[in-house]
């Protein structure tokens, strides 16, 4: 027969691992990997923010890409190599994800916190719940800070602007055409 304290001590990794993983594996950000920089270095980049806009037509489909420019009537958006101007009545909705928080290393500390729960013996029915909820609400957190939504909560076009590569919209005589892509970083090896 299995003892108490084994199965309180080991018996319910497998089973606090789990819940971890489950509980913030919804902070990732809305944006492909390499599409926005980190949190530090997003006020010198000079790219826009990760857009996805809804059209407001039923069963358009959603196009997504950086952010270029949003005009008086119009916003701009590189899907590939190509420019999309969609009417701001034309458009239902509109998500921007101007940086990447890193809200994966938070997840890291909330697994770690949890983990280290195993040596609180009994008391750990409370302070590894106690974890889970604290860091999986501040990871989410985190990870939609980034984000703005129009129409969304006081939210309007202009707090839009800052996060697109041209905020004050696209230049005259500048030629569309030359606008290329952020170009897209390689994941470090180890």
């Not at 458009?91 to 101007?98: A, F, P, Q, T």
């Not at 969304?152 to 919209?169: E, I, M, N, S, V």
Request: hydrophobic residues 40%; aromatic residues 8%.
């Amino acid at each position: 027969m299995r003892s108490r304290k084994a199965v309180g001590r080991h018996g319910y990794a497998p089973l606090i691992a789990l819940t971890a993983i489950l509980a913030t594996g919804c902070a990732g950000i809305n944006a492909p990997s390499g599409s926005v920089p980190p949190v530090a270095l997003a006020p010198q980049d000079p790219f826009g923010g990760w857009a996805a806009v809804w059209a407001d037509k039923p069963y358009s489909p959603k196009f997504e890409g950086e952010l270029i420019a949003i005009g008086p009537d119009s916003v701009f958006v590189l899907v590939g190599d190509s420019l999309v101007g969609r009417s701001l009545s034309g458009v239902r909705r509109i998500r921007v994800v101007g940086y990447n928080p890193k809200a994966g290393d938070l997840m890291t500390w909330t697994a770690g916190g949890m983990f280290s729960t195993l040596s609180h013996g009994l008391v750990a029915f409370i302070s590894a719940p106690a974890w889970l909820l604290a860091g999986g609400a501040i990871t989410s957190s985190a990870a939609h800070a980034s984000e703005i939504n129009v129409p969304g909560y006081h939210k309007t076009w202009d707090d839009l602007r800052p996060y697109a590569r041209f905020p004050q919209g696209i230049p005259a005589g500048l030629d569309r055409t030359s606008i290329r892509a952020r170009p897209r970083q390689q994941p470090a090896r180890r």
